[in-house]
Every structure is written in C-alpha cells, then in structure tokens.
C-alpha cells in the first residue's frame, strides 16, 4: 500500500468461518440490535454472508467503506453495501469512510 509502505501481509493463514445467516440461525437469534462491522474491505462478503439476517434482523449497522482513498483492494462504495443491504436500509451518518445505517423495518 502506498499509504503504509511498511505494511507488508507475506503469509496466509487459513482460519473456519461461518457466514452470519447459519450463526444466527445455528443460535436462534431472533434480533440483533446493533452491528459494529469492522471487517477490513470485506463488507461485501460479510453482506453476502447474511443476506436473511440482515435484512430480518439487524436494527442499525456500522462499518467502513471504501471512500477517496480505498485502503483495501476491492473494498465496496457506500452505495455498494446500501444496494446489498436493499431499499429499506438508509444512511443515518456519513462519517467519511464509516457509516450508520439503520433498516426503516424496525420502529
């Protein structure tokens, strides 16, 4: 990265995952109030993941987006993860690179 030059990821590691729609449905979680996403420009993927969860049961979601400077490759627009998440989510607070959306599902 040009911005952190010094930065530099040489190894991998392969870790489990389980998207958020089986976790919540493997817990029977019947609503989430509020989401602190911070997942490193992979909000998309995290959307993808919980596609069912978040749009029956998340209130309110916070989390970055790619912005003028896009600090991870192929990190998602804000208006990416708006028209991932759907027509009842809106934008409540535009931070610069973080945003708080709110689903008008819940009153």
């Known amino acids: 990265s040009q ?3 010094d930065i530099k990821f040489e190894n991998q590691l392969i870790v489990e995952c389980v998207t958020l729609d089986k976790y919540v449905s493997d817990k029977n979680i019947e609503i989430i109030d ?5 997942v490193q420009g992979a ?19 916070y989390t970055e987006y790619a912005g ?3 600090y991870y490759e192929n990190s998602p627009s804000k208006e990416k993860i708006k028209d991932m998440l759907g027509d009842d989510w809106v934008i409540i607070q535009d931070f610069g690179s973080d945003i ?5 599902k819940f009153q």
């Open 3 to 5: 911005t952190w030059p």
């Open 34 to 38: 509020f989401v602190w996403a911070d």
């Open 43 to 61: 909000e998309d993927y995290m959307i993808e993941g919980g596609k069912e969860t978040f749009k029956n049961k998340v209130r309110y979601l």
């Open 68 to 70: 003028v400077n896009e």
């Open 100 to 104: 708080l959306l709110k689903n008008n």
